[in-house]
């Protein structure tokens, strides 16, 4: 089974919002910082948002202020709440252990356009 299910992309317009969702299976994933990162067309995969198992978050310099990382240790879940989204966010968006990316899930297409 995969490891790691992402879901909650679509398609919005700029400044619109979209909130992902990122759901473990298996037990490490409360004991370890969890990312989420991006792959953007034509581009290398970036990551953009962590959080450790106390919650302490970081974030890249362009999403910093417009997205919110979370998550549920008890529900093994992490969310990706999004605002103000840009064309610039269009991506495949990916969750995945900071520390550990031996495998990945397929991720969920982000769309920003008019």
Sequence with gaps: QVPLVESGGGSVQPGGSLTLTCVA?????RYNTMGWYRQ????????????SV??????????????AISRDNGK??????????QPED???YYCNNVFDQSSWGQGTQVTISA
């Design 25 to 29: 299976y298996g037990a490490f994933f």
């Design 40 to 51: 953007a067309p034509g581009r290398q995969r970036e990551q953009i948002a962590t959080i």
């Design 54 to 67: 106390s919650g302490k978050t970081s974030y890249t310099s362009s999403v910093r202020g417009r997205f």
């Design 76 to 85: 093994n879940t992490m969310w990706l709440q999004m605002n103000n989204l």
């Design 90 to 92: 269009t991506a495949v």
